[in-house]
């Protein structure tokens, strides 16, 4: 990849089309249970729908990690020091390993408590915790795939972590076929089936990761002696980057896990209205999403090569591109919200209750462009201090006090919530903004 201004868009396309594609499938292994159990009824809904939340939840708090590995892998690339990149990527894995090997006893044990402190009816619980356990129990392999993820992207190939979601996201298709419903004589597992599915696609996902990145065919390769040995000064570079970004995502997740709460006690409908919403609005995420990650690859290696008008430069074409496609997600959502909701097969209460939050969740599509693709760009100059505190400040201070006041207090139930963060979004977009007009990021050592 060649860092020119020339070049820009260009390069922007080739990293940013594969993100997007990926994070799609990515996304579509939870839709896809979501339609499929969708046909069991609404508490099947609620129950798939909140564990799948939490599973989200306590991988990307871990995935956070990563974001030392991408920016990185990402200054060494540009400085042409490849092998540093690969005592990176080993030291990576072997702290993702050790990480799942830890936290999987634990979720497990703990599943159904957590589930009950989400004020989950007793029915959800049941059918929810289950399926926490199930999944949970490959956490380690989920955490080797968004390592490994991580690495290609600072690397520069979004292609591969794309290529190998695609067919993660076909068995967990052909799985859930099989095993929701009992199909071709394998058992009919309905909840279960579905998280027996998701797991055996992780399984497929983290062996496919290593092949790749033992390959010598690799833009990326490592060996197992990488990731056998210690090296305490490559752990240390990873957790002095990635700590503020972990305490950010963590705040984040928490703060989550609160506003689920909150939907919660509203009842089993609202829950599943949420579920359904956030799936359907995930689809403009995974855009944002998508720019950010070209963008904190891009400013990376822009610095990397010393060259920071690009990286400046970087970040502005991305948002403006990122403005442009959520946008007309924003033109979509408000047009088109009952249809897609009614892909779901939702009962009748729930479908009006989550077509109105997905008509709600346009509001923010220009707030999230901006805020995703400013706080990518920081975090892939290695400053993950400025994003942390946009985080702790917005979840503490308002996201969460305007949730359960809109929600509860008022009595504007479902909707205020969405609402509430609506606006929260919006004044996240606004700092960030500040924050990279400011400046620190530029003088960032990694």
Sequence with gaps: MELTKKNLNKNIIQLALPVLLENVLHMAVFIVDIIMVGRLGTTAVAAVGLAGALNFVITMIFCALNAGTTALVARDFGAKEKAEAQKVVGQSLLLAII???????????????????????????????????IVLSFLMLRLIILTGTAAFRGAGDTRTPMMITLVMNCVNILFNWLLIFGIWGFPRMEVEGAAWATSIAYTVGAFLIFYKLLSKKSILTINLKSIIGINKSIIQRILRISLPATLDAFLTQIGYLFFIKIVAMLGTVSLAAHQIAIRIE????????????????????????????????SMKR????????????????????????????????????????????AIEQPALAIYMVYAGGLRGAGDTLSPMIVTIVGTLCFHLPVAYIFGIVLGWGLAGIWFGAALDWILRAIAVYVLFRLGRWKKIKV
């Design 99 to 133: 990480l799942g090997l830890i936290i999987s006893p634990f979720i497990f044990y703990f599943a159904s408590d957590i589930l009950i402190l989400m004020s989950a009816e007793e029915s959800v619980v049941t059918l929810g915790s289950t399926y926490l356990k």
């Design 282 to 313: 995930a689809l403009s995420f995974m855009l944002g999403y998508a720019m950010a990650i070209a963008t904190a690859t891009l400013v990376g290696q822009s610095l990397g090569a010393k060259k920071i008008d690009l990286a400046k430069l």
């Design 318 to 361: 991305n948002c403006q591109i990122a403005l442009m496609m959520m946008g007309f997600f924003a033109f979509i959502f408000l047009i088109f919200a009952k249809p897609m909701a009614k892909v779901f097969h939702p009962e009748q209460d729930v479908l009006a209750l989550s077509a109105l939050c997905v008509m709600i969740a």
